[in-house]
């Protein structure tokens, strides 16, 4: 089934595949734009929020701050008696709403000499307006202390008044000051309460969702106000970090009693919910604000949006999956009965009837080219059967060519076994089954030892006939006693007569005296030998100037003379071996063949020749032959 369903099972996770990215890259764009866009509102709502109550809180703060310090100037610019400080005191509590209690506090002895403490206050009771005297030392306490020692009005820390107002509050102190004998001194602190009630009132208003809320902290971190009453006055913002191992809490708390605002994301330490929080400072007394937006809560819209789109997705996907399935079903139906029709055809059945498809679409136009190529099978077929047997008659024809040819050369080595003066060794590899290089040696006389190597132009059987017909005409010059450069020249004439194709060959033609060791030789155009001394030094022969074989009938040809010393060779090659390309198309070139020599010229002629070979395999690995390559190699000992 999966095998008939190939190109279904393909389209179908090709295109789902596509469809799937395409949605989850829609998904997390559009999801990640909405989370953007609800964040951006939910920091300006929380933004909004705090600074509306920071501004509500501090209005009221405001407010209460400006009765101490116009009674405290009251106080420092005129005269006043008992009567008049209740009655200021009665007046600042009944008139202002805010104000839970207030008192003046004189300095010790600063009212009477009698009375160490003078501090009369009225306050708020159940309702009702209270008097009493506060009873304690108050004069080591932070409201009355810290405003004497700063000689700056300034807001306490909140505390429980268990002496007078018998509540938590928060206390405004203003000092003031009276001449005495011309010189300005501290009278006491004028004092404004507000009760904390109020303000855990105000902030337990606000509710974010189910299970937002705000906070206030103080300047030291102390909780103001919590939904969880256990926490206020009871534990500071950096004891809860502490309890819970929140690094992250703590610097959120250093950042807030600095005074600093920042919407941040916040795990809250008693709901244990991740959420986002503002929090700003009050400008009046540096306590610190907080709101929480749970980010759950926040989220949940467009997590229950989100899962809808899945699911309906997951339907599209399996809707999709369908069509896709039927449609391909009738694209794959004929495909399936071609596929049948080419497997027997690939049996060798061309007589099998391929199915008529009249869809008139791809399909149809598929069908047709099956016919037409059942048809042209058949004549290929036939076509090649014939073309076969031309060919393998073709092979045998060059196999025979190619055993003619290497017969014709010398391959029986050492070739002169009783002679030695001197040894020779050849070697020949042709690029096709037969090749236009060519070699050969023969002895003119008992003394004069002739030795010969060329290239003809070109390759294949062509080559090899001009080949045959050049080495027979160089013995057939050479054994009349001619000299070298006369038997090039002669050779060059016969050559060149009626040359119609235009070939040539370049060639080496050279005669060794095997008593004295001279040896004269001629040059038609070929590549230099090498003489290579018993010593080591690689040498190559000086030109003698003359051009290739068959190329111009009136060319003349001149000879040179060097002398072999004992234990000295010659070696001489074709282009074959210097022409060798690797597969940067490189060539294996003459330096590289007079360097690879050197190390090769103190040992046998098969060590030399098969020494040289494998380098230029090894250079060439990978590279079809391009050329005939031979190789001769001549070593002269002298008489004994």
């Known amino acids: 089934m999966a095998k008939n369903r190939g190109i279904a099972v393909r389209l179908a996770t090709w295109i789902l595949a596509g469809v799937a990215v395409i949605f989850t890259v829609v998904f997390a764009y559009s999801y990640s734009i909405s989370r953007t866009i609800i964040l951006r509102n939910v920091e300006t709502s929380a933004e909004n929020l705090a600074n509306s109550t920071v501004n509500q809180i501090d209005s009221v703060l405001k407010a209460v701050e400006m009765v101490p310090k116009n009674l405290a100037i009251f106080l420092e610019d005129f005269p006043y008696q008992y009567g008049d400080i209740l009655r200021q005191i009665r007046a600042v509590v009944e008139k202002n709403p805010e104000i839970y209690g207030a008192t003046i506090a004189f300095e010790p002895y600063g009212y009477s000499m009698s009375n160490r403490t003078f501090a009369p206050y009225f306050y708020k009771n159940n309702g009702e307006l209270s008097f009493t005297y506060i009873p304690y ?139 986002w929080m503002r929090y700003s400072p009050l400008p009046s007394n540096k306590w610190s604000l907080a709101v929480l937006f749970p980010r759950d809560e926040l989220m949940a819209d467009i997590h229950s949006l989100n899962r809808t789109i ?32 080419a497997g027997q055809m690939a049996t060798g059945d061309l007589e ?182 018993a010593g080591g030094t690689i040498t190559p022969l000086e030109p003698t100037g003359g051009i290739a074989l068959g190329v111009a009938e009136d060319c003349v040809y001149r000879s040179r003379k060097f002398t072999l010393q004992r234990g000295d060779a010659l070696f001489l090659y074709t282009d074959g071996v210097t022409e060798a390309m690797d597969r940067q198309e490189a060539l294996f070139s003459e330096e590289r063949l007079k360097r690879d020599l050197g190390p090769l010229s103190g040992k046998s002629l098969k060590e030399i020749i098969s020494g040289i070979m494998g380098n230029v395999e090894n250079f060439s690995e990978g590279v079809p032959q391009a050329d005939d390559i031979t190789m001769l190699v001549i070593r002269y000992f002298g008489e004994k």
Not at 148 to 176: H, I
Not at 318 to 340: C, D, E, H
Request: aromatic share 12%.
């Open 137 to 275: 030392e108050y004069f080591t306490w932070d409201w009355y202390q810290i405003p004497k020692e700063l000689n700056a009005p300034v807001w306490s820390e909140p505390y429980f008044d268990e002496g007078a107002g018998q509540t938590m509050m928060a206390t405004f102190s203003v000092p003031f000051y009276r001449m005495v004998s011309g010189e300005r001194k501290l009278a006491g602190i004028v004092t404004a309460d507000i009760s904390l009630d109020w303000l855990q009132e105000l902030m337990g208003s606000i509710r974010i969702g189910e299970s937002g809320y705000g906070f206030l902290i103080s300047r030291n971190g102390t909780f103001i106000t919590h939904p969880d009453s256990s926490v206020v006055m009871n534990e500071t913002f950096f004891t809860v970090a502490e309890d819970k191992g929140d690094q992250a809490m703590r610097e959120v708390g250093r950042s807030m009693v600095r005074g600093a605002s920042a919407f941040v994301p916040f795990r809250s330490p008693f709901t244990g919910k991740q959420c």
């Open 352 to 533: 099998i009837p391929i199915p008529d498809v009249k869809t008139g679409d791809e399909v149809a136009a598929l069908a047709s080219s099956f016919n037409s190529m059942k048809t042209s099978l058949k004549q290929y077929i036939s076509d090649l059967k014939e073309t076969t047997a031309a060919k393998e008659r073709i092979e045998s024809e060059l196999k025979i060519a190619h055993d003619i040819q290497m017969s014709i050369l010398p391959k029986i080595f050492p070739p002169y076994p009783d002679r030695t003066e001197f040894d020779v060794l050849a070697v020949m590899k042709p690029a096709k089954e037969v090749g236009g290089d060519l070699y050969d040696f023969f002895f003119m006389d008992d003394q004069h030892f002739c030795f010969t190597i060329g290239d003809v132009s070109g390759k294949g059987v062509p080559a090899s006939l001009f080949m045959a017909v050049t080495k027979t005409l160089i013995k057939t010059k050479a054994t009349q006693g001619l000299s070298a450069e006369n038997v090039l020249s002669r050779v060059n004439q016969d050559l060149s007569l009626d040359n119609d194709s235009m070939m040539f060959v370049t060639l080496v033609f050279g005669i060794l005296n095997t008593v004295t060791g001279e040896v004269v030789y001629s040059n038609a155009g070929h590549n230099p030998p090498f003489i290579l001394s």
């Open 310 to 341: 899945v699911w309906l997705s997951l339907a599209g996907f399996v809707l999709l999956l369908v069509m896709i399935f039927w449609i391909s079903g009738s694209i794959t139906r004929p495909l399936r009965a071609l596929s049948r029709s």
